[in-house]
């Protein structure tokens, strides 16, 4: 059974960090390509970065703030979130598809975790 499972969310303070984790089970992470989206209230779901066995990417509104690693060994993808603003405000979920290069577009995306509340506030 696939599953993706997130963790670290939580309250921090704005130009704290925060790693969130992305722990994959059912299958060998290592052979798919793993994004990370967000989602804050009344907005749409957008990518944020994202990890292939090729390559990676962030969206401009996190680079240079943000780092995604995997650890093939744990079967789990992390994302490092450095300087966070309030506008990081949001719900992160990180997903899996078969593409075998980075994408931002939801509908590319077949599982999904249930999410992780991110809140940058004072």
């Known amino acids: 059974q696939v599953q993706l499972v997130e963790s670290g969310g939580g309250l921090v303070q704005p130009g704290g960090s925060l790693r969130l984790s992305c722990a994959a089970s059912?299958?060998?992470?290592?052979?798919?390509?793993i994004g990370w989206f967000r989602q804050a209230p009344g907005k749409e779901r957008e990518g944020v970065s994202c990890?292939?066995?090729?390559?990676?990417g962030y969206a401009d509104s996190v680079k240079g703030r943000f780092t995604i690693s995997r650890n093939n060994a744990k079967n789990t993808v992390y994302l490092q979130m450095n300087s966070l603003k309030p506008e990081d405000t949001a719900v992160y979920y990180c997903?899996?598809?078969?593409?075998?290069?980075?994408?931002?577009?939801?509908?590319?995306?077949?599982?999904w975790g249930q999410g992780t509340q991110v809140t940058v506030s004072s």
């Open positions: 059912g299958f060998t992470l290592d052979s798919y390509t």
């Open positions: 997903a899996r598809t078969r593409l075998t290069r980075c994408s931002y577009y939801s509908g590319n995306y077949d599982y």
């Open positions: 990890i292939s066995s090729s390559d990676g």
